[in-house]
């Protein structure tokens, strides 16, 4: 499915349907902007100034929205588009949902055109390693509260964050991240670790080796 491109006076929207997980951020927030169920055009970039739009795609996890402030606008700002690499790496476990993660973000060592993504931990997704909904049909359940482990400080708190999915096993993240929960605790501090993507682990969001006796399979 192709990447819809929509050029408004100011700013253009991207908008990658393969990577939406629907949380319906933009639809809620900005009906004006994001009309859904229509015949024809459902996206208006000029119905909200700029910095308004770039809000909304930052408020996107899964990075389908992506929004570039247009090269010869009129409108004069700081921030050109949403693609802004975080200060603060974190990956956050939704409950009964993927990996929420946010960083300067490379997957198998290919940089992602955003900073913010939405990985499968159901093993349900047709899109892996990316979050598709299957979640939701599939009836997966789990925590998005895991306990809090002894936290260092990390030396740097942003940087890449290489997503390197092993086949047939779990998500290997290599670089500065903190794993927040989906109230916003933060439980732990990592430079690297590996979290379940098969769905199985008894102690999710970490890989515990079920993927093997599961028989799960993934590229």
Not at 44 to 64: F, M, T, V, W, Y
């Amino acid at each position: 499915m192709a990447i819809e491109v929509v050029i408004g006076t100011q700013a253009t929207i991207q908008f990658d349907a393969k990577k939406c997980v629907h949380s319906r951020n933009c639809v809620l927030s900005h009906p004006d902007v994001f009309v859904p169920n229509l015949q024809g055009a459902w996206i208006h970039p000029d119905a909200q100034p700029i910095e308004e739009l770039i809000r909304i795609a930052k408020n996107c996890p899964s990075g389908a929205i992506r929004v570039t402030r247009n090269a010869k606008s009129d409108v004069t700002g700081d921030v050109q588009s949403s693609d802004v690499f975080p200060l603060v790496n974190t990956v956050r476990v939704r409950e009964n949902g993927p990996l929420a993660i946010e960083a300067e973000l490379q997957i198998k060592g290919q940089p992602e055109p955003s900073p913010r993504a939405t990985l499968c931990r159901c093993g349900e997704s047709k899109n892996k390693p990316y979050c598709d909904g299957s979640h939701v049909m599939a009836g997966f359940v789990a925590s998005g509260e895991p306990m809090t482990v002894s936290l260092e400080a990390l030396a740097a708190r942003n940087g890449p964050v290489n997503v390197l999915p092993v086949p047939n096993g779990p998500l290997g993240l290599v670089g500065n991240l903190e794993v927040v929960t989906g109230t916003g605790r933060t439980c732990n501090k990592v430079r690297e670790t590996h979290l379940c993507r098969c769905g199985r682990s008894k102690n999710k969001p970490y890989c515990d080796g079920s993927h093997i006796a599961a028989g799960f399979q993934a590229e």
